[in-house]
C-alpha cells in the first residue's frame, strides 16, 4: 500500500497529463505531453498537476495491497494446481489474476478519480471525492455507475498486471544469477539469500512497468 502511494504520487503530474489528452479534454487536445506539463500550472497553478491525486491514494493503498497480497495467494495455488510450465508462467497467471483482482476491488474509486483529474479549473463538475461519489450515484444509475469501463479496464490490467510481475521476476532472476555480487545482496530477513539492491531493485520495477504499460 504505501509503495503504490509514494509511486503514484511520484508520476501524478505525468498521470493528470496522461487523462487530460487521453480523453480529448479541449483545453489541451492541442498539445503534447511537455507542452501539457507546462502548460497546466500556467493555467491552474503547480496543484493542478496533482489534482484528483487524492482520491488516487484513497484508491492506489488499497489496491497496492490487494494486489500484492492476491499475488502471493494466486501463486500457492497456481503452484500447487501444477498450472503453468515454469516459474515465469506461474508468476504470469498470478500476476493477472492479481490485478484484476485489484482492480474489480477498487474500480469505483478510480472512477472517481480521472472524473476529477479530467476536470480543469473554473468549469467543476465535481467539487470534491464526496460529492464526486453522490453525483455519479444520483445521476448515472447507482451503484451501477461506478463500473463504467470496467471490462476494458480489466481486459488491459490482465496483461498489465501479469507482464509487470512476469518481467520483474524474471529480471530478478536473471540478475541474481548472472551478477550475484554486482547486483545483490543478503537479504535482512535472512543472511543467505540473495536479493537485489534498492537501485537495481528500482530499474528492474521501472523496466517491468514500462514493458507491461506498452502491451496492455
Do not use: W
Amino acid at each position: 500500500g504505501v509503495a503504490g502511494c509514494c509511486a503514484k504520487t511520484t508520476t501524478a503530474p505525468l498521470d493528470r497529463v496522461k487523462i487530460l489528452l487521453q480523453a480529448h479534454n479541449h483545453h489541451y487536445k492541442h498539445l503534447g505531453v511537455f507542452s501539457t506539463l507546462c502548460a497546466v500550472p500556467k493555467k491552474e497553478g503547480y496543484l493542478g498537476l496533482y489534482k484528483g491525486n487524492g482520491a488516487m491514494m484513497i484508491r492506489i493503498f488499497p489496491y497496492g495491497a490487494i494486489q500484492f497480497m492476491a499475488f502471493d495467494q494466486y501463486k500457492k495455488v497456481v503452484i500447487k494446481k501444477h498450472l503453468g510450465i515454469s516459474g515465469h508462467v506461474h508468476r504470469l497467471m498470478a500476476g493477472s489474476m492479481a490485478g484484476i483482482t485489484a482492480v474489480i476491488c477498487t474500480y469505483p474509486l478510480d472512477m472517481v478519480r480521472v472524473r476529477l483529474a479530467f476536470q480543469v479549473k473554473g468549469e467543476h463538475k465535481y467539487m470534491g471525492i464526496i460529492h464526486a461519489f453522490k453525483m455519479i450515484y444520483t445521476k448515472e444509475g447507482g451503484f451501477s455507475g461506478f463500473y463504467r469501463g470496467l471490462m476494458p479496464t480489466v481486459v488491459g490490467m490482465a496483461p498489465y498486471a501479469g507482464f509487470s510481475f512476469f518481467t520483474f521476476g524474471t529480471l530478478k532472476s536473471i540478475g541474481l544469477a548472472q551478477a550475484p555480487n554486482l547486483l545483490g545482496r543478503p537479504s535482512l530477513d535472512n543472511p543467505d539469500v540473495l536479493v537485489l539492491k534498492t537501485h537495481v531493485n528500482l530499474l528492474c520495477g521501472g523496466i517491468a512497468g514500462a514493458i507491461a504499460q506498452t502491451i496492455s
